[in-house]
């Protein structure tokens, strides 16, 4: 591989960086911002100057020159419609992600921030002499819309069902696991359930998402933060209560729900300490976690009539290997099951970078009205 990329993930509260050099990665840094420093903003999204400083002044102290970087990944914002896949992040794009259409999160923060690095390598290398132009772009957008028209239906005309998914890993699993096998991944049909703080369950076939959950909007399986499908009666008795506000409620469905609401703490390492004490209220807890990405893998297993090559289990959860066996002892009948533990974020913008560089990727422009 050849070629230098930098690749960007803005958290709420960190800012992780990561520098590859012909396809090895020089260093991961991940960053935290100080509450007080952020305090000074009222949005994530006024940190742009804050951010930008962050990251530059980081790759000084690592001896690395703007002139060297040939190419800016990063992580994708809450961008609709479009499809999966790599997309230069031009004028219209950075408008998107500007005006945070989709909702504000720090990941619509990310792009613009590759854009403002590019321009600044791009001063460098103009006043070095050097005439190759390095973008920026956006890989795998969390809410990428390649869902079956019948998938969308929803019980109510006014409720669609949307996709919020963690599409950047789930993506980059199932090319690994085409790639293991000497396969293309459009040859590949999977379900891959990534089970972290959010927990989004994706069906693969033929190179796209085609069905999957709202993991930001309350569907699909709980979570350690997220409380996913919850019975609609009760939650409307919640709602006309007069006991929550509007973004009170939200929380409880986002945030403060799946072992939060259970047990107070996200987390998940301190959650399997208690149940392998012999905590009987944690232990029951962990089966019907379990079991509801369980129920979620085999539902999609219904959009192909059954009819999948394999089941992948990913995210910071997979590490897990009791929690694992115990999900593949529920699913295992569909097709086989394999494990790939982590999110490898940072290593899967690279790998699309590289094969933007290579030119073995398409690279796609966003239109609003395609």
Not at 123 to 130: N, S, V
Not at 206 to 215: E, P, S
Not at 224 to 253: D, H, Q
């Amino acid at each position: 591989m050849s070629g230098r990329i930098l690749a960007l993930n803005t958290g709420s509260t960190t800012t992780k960086i990561a520098y590859y050099d012909l396809g090895r990665k020089v260093f991961e840094e991940n960053i935290f911002h100080s509450l007080e420093k952020l305090s000074r903003y009222n949005s994530v999204m006024d940190q742009g100057h804050l951010r930008l400083a962050t990251i530059t002044e980081f790759l000084l102290s690592k001896g690395i020159r703007l002139v060297d970087i040939d190419l800016v990944m990063a992580r994708s914002g809450l961008v609709t419609p479009m499809e999966t896949g790599v997309y230069e992040i031009t004028g219209i794009l950075e408008d998107a992600l500007r005006h945070c259409t989709n909702g504000i999160h720090a990941c619509n923060l990310c792009g613009l921030l590759a854009c403002d690095i590019a321009v600044l390598v791009n001063e460098a290398r103009k006043e070095a002499g050097i005439r190759e132009v390095c973008k920026a772009y956006m890989a795998d957008p969390p809410m990428a819309d390649e869902m079956l028209p019948e998938a969308k239906i929803g019980g109510l005309p006014e409720f669609p069902r949307r996709a919020l998914c963690h599409a950047l890993n789930s993506r980059a699993v199932v090319r690994h696991y085409a790639k293991d096998r000497g396969l293309r991944p459009e040859e590949v049909t999977a379900v891959v359930a990534h089970v972290g703080g959010g927990t989004s369950v994706t069906l693969h076939q033929g190179g796209r998402i085609i069905d999957t959950n709202d993991a930001l909007g309350g569907d699909g399986p709980m979570s350690t933060e997220r409380a996913g499908t919850v019975p609609a009666f009760p939650l409307v008795e919640m709602c006309f209560s007069g006991k929550y506000t509007k973004e009170e409620v939200k929380k409880k469905l986002v945030g403060s729900g799946g072992a939060v609401a259970y047990f107070g703490t996200n987390d998940f390492k301190s959650i399997v300490a208690r149940a392998d004490a012999g905590d009987e209220s944690v232990i029951l807890f962990l089966e019907g976690f379990c079991l509801s990405i369980a129920k979620y893998i085999a539902s999609l297993a219904a959009d192909v009539c059954g009819k999948v090559d394999v089941i992948i289990l990913t995210g910071g959860i997979a590490w897990n290997q009791a929690l694992m066996e115990k999900i593949i002892r529920r699913v295992s009948f569909i097709a086989p099951v394999e494990v790939f533990p982590g999110g490898n974020e940072m290593d899967s913008l690279a790998e699309n970078g590289y094969g933007v560089l290579s030119g073995e990727m398409e690279v796609k422009y966003y239109d609003p009205q395609d």
